[in-house]
């Protein structure tokens, strides 16, 4: 039996009038979300969902990634921390969750590559999830940002399905890429409404031959102008790191530039390289270089004050085929923060080369940095930054609500 947050009941649907929905038309409204596991990572889908939460009961379905599964350390955490999610055991799901938000964990096999898993987890999966779902009235949305739902799409009792592409799964490091491109494209093929992320990510979805909205992400502005007060060593561990301290958050993987780093590193006379977040087999010589250290994951809330006592911000990405896809959701954190950014020259940061400094190779990015640790933010690069507050979360979630209950918008609108 699958597990369940918070009280089922609240993802009955409601009267929910919507952005230019008048109150005596407005219908009873829900969502479905399968995503990546609700709190264990600010996602994109996770910002755009708390903002509707106010006005749209939602269930959020966690998957169980979509990753190979293999004989690691990594591996074995996560096989734990799923489990917990299928016991019901508390420590396994966040202590609380927001109003009109239920967390469901279903069982699941944790392979989606050959027939036969895919039969077993189309059966696991619907028979969990059409029993929640078979006793709730009104329009049921069902969004997905993983393409591994593909054979769940027409077997559960919702109206209109929608894929929310955040990245290209068909290019990712360390995926069974040849299965997401399979599931994806079956994922397209069923799909009512079709999201992209970035620009890349829409023209790909084009060769479908359907419309394709852009929606890039958001930031909260205020969340990283106010950092928390300063605290002790043990509740900002970086402290104890020699300074300048040149930053950089999130999944640490083989989408990292060795090579940028290691030019940043034998250019540095001083300071840290600092690497913060969960590690999915990255390249083993990053760890190697001088002046890098590593910190795991840190909850949202910490950030603003890690971005706070940095000096740089950097993104040491490759230029791979996933990184041109990709619409980095720490792009516009970095940029709201009052600090220098130095980052890979990608389709997804060329737009915002007036507030930060792009790099097409090692040495550009050394000397990028360099730069930002002797003379700061310039004053050009803080005023074209203003316009970062007009990307707020509050107005891409409205953007999103009027795509997933398809109100009177036309193809390509939030481009």
């Known amino acids: 039996m699958d597990t369940i947050s918070n009280d089922s009941d609240k993802f009955a649907g409601r009267q929910t009038p919507g952005p230019g929905t008048s109150t005596s038309v407005a219908q009873e409204q829900s969502l479905l979300v399968f995503s990546d596991d609700w709190g264990r990572h600010p996602s994109s889908c996770q910002h755009l969902i708390r903002h509707l939460l106010p006005r749209i009961p939602t269930a959020w379905v966690n998957t169980i990634g979509m990753r190979t599964p293999s004989f690691d350390l990594a591996t074995v955490r996560r096989a734990v921390e ?5 016991s019901g055991d508390p420590s396994g799901t966040p202590s609380s969750l927001p109003e ?28 969990q999830l059409r029993r929640r779902l078979g006793k709730y009235e009104g329009q049921r949305v069902a969004v997905t940002t993983v393409p591994i739902v593909a054979d769940l799409m027409g077997r559960l009792p919702v109206d209109r399905w929608v894929y929310y592409c955040v990245d290209d799964f068909s290019k990712w490091p360390g995926l069974d890429q040849k299965t997401m491109a399979r599931l994806e494209k ?12 970035s620009e890349t990510l829409q023209q790909r979805l084009r060769e479908s031959g359907k419309p394709v909205y852009l929606l890039t992400h958001g930031v909260d502005p205020d969340h990283w102008n106010n950092p928390p ?25 083989k989408r990292m530039d060795v090579e940028f780093l290691k030019r940043l590193s034998s250019d540095l006379s001083r300071g840290t390289i600092l690497l913060v977040g969960p590690q999915a087999d990255p390249d083993p010589s990053v760890f190697e270089l001088p002046r890098v250290r590593v910190l795991p994951p840190m909850d949202y809330e910490d950030l603003p004050a890690l971005g706070n006592d940095a000096d740089v911000l950097v993104m040491p990405y490759a230029d791979l085929p996933v990184t041109r896809a990709m619409q980095p959701l720490k792009l516009l954190e970095y940029l709201a923060n009052q600090k220098p950014v130095v980052v890979r020259d990608l389709p997804a940061t060329r737009p ?35 316009r970062v507050h007009s990307e707020s979360w509050t107005a891409r979630a409205l953007d999103f609500e009027r795509l997933l209950f398809d109100r009177g918008q036309t193809a390509g609108e939030f481009t």
Do not use: Y
């Open 229 to 253: 007060a300063s605290g002790s060593a043990t509740a900002r561990p970086w402290q104890s790191f020699e300074r300048p301290l040149i930053v950089f958050w999130g999944v640490i993987d």
């Open 82 to 86: 799923k489990l917990r999610h299928w």
């Open 186 to 197: 079956s994922v397209i093929a069923k799909s009512d409404c079709l999201i992209a992320a």
């Open 352 to 386: 915002w080369s007036d507030c930060l400094d792009l790099a097409s190779n090692p040495i550009q990015f050394s000397e990028g940095v360099l730069q930002g640790i002797t003379h700061g933010l310039s004053e050009a690069h803080r005023r074209a930054r203003c």
């Open 100 to 127: 009109n938000l239920s967390v469901w964990n279903p069982r699941m096999w944790p392979a989606f590559s050959g027939p036969a898993s895919r039969r077993l987890n189309r059966f696991l999966l619907g028979r």
